[in-house]
């Protein structure tokens, strides 16, 4: 099952890339997609036919915007920061911890929180995610694990697990 999807999702990715449906093109890519399948397959996650649930693709089409918005408040919160110097910056490496359960649904956590401004995944140990924060603004582990991961977290176990 999984060389199967690993080669229907390689041959739409190579359709979606070269936006033609010439005979040519359409049989050097199911070559691609053969290859890519035969050699790469192992490499997807164990019940990948999972992933084509539609209540699955409805949370990530929510996950998109959702996750914009909070980057988006990230970059203005970065550019206040970088243009006031009244504003406090105490960066630093926190640990938080997640319930997420896959290592894609970690893949995908570690790569939102990468991709906010202001804070940087460093290292993932279990379910310990090791996190540099542009400004660390409690001690509490419980309260900066919801800000960090919370708010990512419930979208991505509905994804991914």
Known sequence: MKWLVSLIATLALWILLFWSVDLSILGTGLLVALLASALLSHLYPENLHKF????RWACFIIYVPYFLYFC???NIDVMLRVINPNLPIRPGIVKVRTTLKSEMAKTFLANSITLTPGTLTIDIDGQ???VHWINIDTDDAARRTAEIC????PLLRRIFE
């Open 52 to 55: 084509l649930h539609p209540v």
């Open 72 to 74: 988006i408040k990230a």
């Open 128 to 130: 310990d995610f090791y």
């Open 150 to 153: 919370g708010r990512f977290e």
